[in-house]
């Protein structure tokens, strides 16, 4: 790995984005960037070791070419302080299977046709209140899917695009609260334990430290769009109490097309920590992959593919 690649994910600022001879400068004077420098501290050397080790020693499968992923962390709102934690694991994940090289990029200057068209994958690192300062910069984004590239997007991925309801749509839904916090343990059932993006999880329902959102169902795509992964287990009192309009489901993460996209979402990545899962990273390398298009599976809208037997999560440990 370049060190220069690795530099923004320990927390430092002044550096550029490389690619095709082309260098993204980031302005001191942007807000954002003074806001990055306070709240981003270079990250432990243990808190390094933890996430290298928790980081799959390989892929599920060999890229088919040369692949290469743009990591966006930007945020026009909240901040999560998981951001470089997640910088830096996606990055140990490329490095460690060659799977894939990522870059990082928090100007919006890195959406245009042809800074994109060294790209197979956009990843949306805990991004918030994206808005596109041009048309033309959202239409690249959208183009970019639409045309057969992929989108992957960790935790607050779905608290944009309030302006821009297409990409909004492309995402799978927008954020509206998040009823359990990052303070308590939650259950997690999974919709259809076969699939190939959930052999992290053995086939079992399991319990996690996080914080899960709920989506505003004005926004949110549904199963008739989305291929559920996995949810909530509402059938758990510790989980169904915290919801103040009933039991529902309350999806976690999905992968959907788009065009001839592909796209992956999981709302894991809230706290610092779950970079340190190794479960938890294996689901979202396998994720990467797929929106990638390295790794087959089906995307069926859960509406229209067969019902399929939830693994409920166990009882609390």
Known sequence: MSPLRLL?????????????????????????????????????????AAIETAVPPRSSVKAKQPRRVLVFYRCEGFVHRSIPHANLAVQMMGRKTDAFTADLADTYDVFTPENL???????????????????????????????GKGLAGFHAASDNFGKHPKCRAMVGGQFAGHPWGAGGTWAFKLDDPQHVLNQAFD????????EIYQYNPDTYEGPQVLR?????????????KRINDGPREVPVSWIRTAGKGRVFYTNFGHREDTFENPVILQHMLDGIQYALGDLEADATPTADAPTKQPAAAPEKP
């Open 8 to 48: 923004p994910a320990l927390g430092l600022s002044s550096v550029l984005l490389l690619g095709m001879g082309v260098a993204f400068a980031q302005d001191p004077a942007d807000p954002w960037q003074q806001k990055k420098a306070k709240l981003f501290k270079p990250l432990s050397d243990a808190v390094q």
């Open 117 to 147: 068209q060294q790209y197979d994958c956009i990843l949306l690192n805990n991004t918030t209140h994206m808005q596109f300062p041009k048309a033309e910069q959202e239409a690249a984004f959208l183009d970019f899917i639409a045309q």
């Open 203 to 210: 086939g079992k329902g399991f319990w996690h430290s996080d």
């Open 228 to 240: 559920l992964l996995v949810s909530l287990d509402m059938a758990k009192q510790e989980v169904a």
